[in-house]
């Protein structure tokens, strides 16, 4: 190769490096000045994208600014009033809470009754609203079924259901007008069987159940007031017989306290005895003649002028009358 060829070479390779040169100093001065700026200087780190917008997201306040009217009311309540209304509101519904869990159970007799009458007064009423334009009104609730059926809700109750027979009765005198109410409950089903609207069928079938479910409502409450009765009977008998038996024992010791010759145990006790049968002829017999309910014990009798004159029977007749004569005068 001759020397002018490779100064050629030379001086392509010089321009070629002059041309590349000039193209890098032309992409670094056209850098975009943000980029430029945002290179991390000596050596620090950057913060990452995900730091970044933790720090752009702005606090969320959760408070709500009071009314004029709540700061006023927050103004004039202490924490103690606070703590009082919500100690009371507690109270309240652990009172309710309470009354509620206590709720006594309907017995079978008073629910059977209650659904009856539920579904007469539902189907009276319907029935009134759509062909008189007034509803049934009634006295009698459910709840006075609790705790447990009474003659008097009975009354209310059979009140109520005579009304609304009477509804009925108006706005379907050829239906049932003519049907007479002393019917058997059978005669009463049969009846309903053959009515084409359904609510008046339902309304004569709940009302022989109403009466089935009362008649049951009396026979149990009879049988419980008639145990009643029996243990207040008891309950009386045995407060008089503790009452007899205080008595008895106050006769015996005021008897016994004054060392009579007697067996004070036996004869207070046979007076008491006789006394449940004839009041007025045990207490004469015990003032006039204490003897015949306890035999006077002679050997207890204390001679008279120092043991010289022996005993007697009379003797037995005077320690007989000072019986008497105490028994008389006792108090207990």
């Avoid at 479910?213 to 008891?234: N, S, V």
């Amino acid at each position: 190769m001759s020397d002018s060829n490779v100064l050629e070479d030379d001086d392509f390779e010089k321009l070629l490096d002059s041309f590349i040169n000039d193209s890098m100093n032309e992409v670094d001065s056209g850098a975009p000045a943000d980029e430029t700026n945002s290179r991390p200087q000596n050596n620090e780190s950057a913060p990452s994208n995900e730091e970044a917008d933790d720090d752009d997201i702005a606090p969320v306040d959760y408070t709500t600014e009071l009314s004029p009217q709540g700061q006023a009311v927050n103004e004039t309540m202490s924490d103690e009033d606070l703590d009082k209304m919500l100690v009371s509101s507690l109270q309240d519904a652990k009172i309710e809470a309470q009354e509620t869990h206590d709720q006594p159970m309907l017995g079978n007799d008073e629910s059977e009754l209650a659904q009856a009458f539920l579904n007469f007064y539902n189907s009276v009423n319907k029935l009134s609203m759509t062909h008189l334009n007034k509803p049934y009104q009634c006295l009698f609730e459910i709840d006075d079924l609790y705790p447990n059926y009474k003659p008097s809700i009975g009354k209310i109750l059979s009140d109520d259901v005579v009304a609304g027979w009477v509804l009925l009765t108006k706005m379907f005198p050829q239906e049932i007008g003519n049907f007479p109410l002393n019917s058997s409950d059978e005669a009463f089903l049969n009846f309903a069987e053959k009515l084409t609207d359904t609510d008046l069928q339902l309304a004569v079938i709940s009302y022989v159940e109403i009466l089935i479910d009362m008649e049951g409502c009396e026979l149990t409450y009879q049988a419980k007031f008639l145990k009643y009765q029996e243990k207040q009977i008891k309950r009386l008998m045995y407060e008089e017989y503790m009452e007899r038996k205080e008595r008895q024992r106050k006769f015996t010791e005021a008897l016994a306290a004054k060392n009579f010759p007697v067996d004070a145990d036996k004869l207070i006790s046979n007076y008491f005895r006789v006394a449940q049968k004839d009041v007025d002829g045990a207490f004469k017999a015990l003032t006039t003649n204490p003897a015949i309910f306890a035999p006077i014990d002679f050997s207890k009798i204390k001679p008279r002028w120092f043991g010289l004159l022996k005993v007697t029977p009379k003797d037995g007749i005077r320690v007989n009358l000072e019986i008497g004569n105490f028994l008389k005068r006792l108090k207990v």
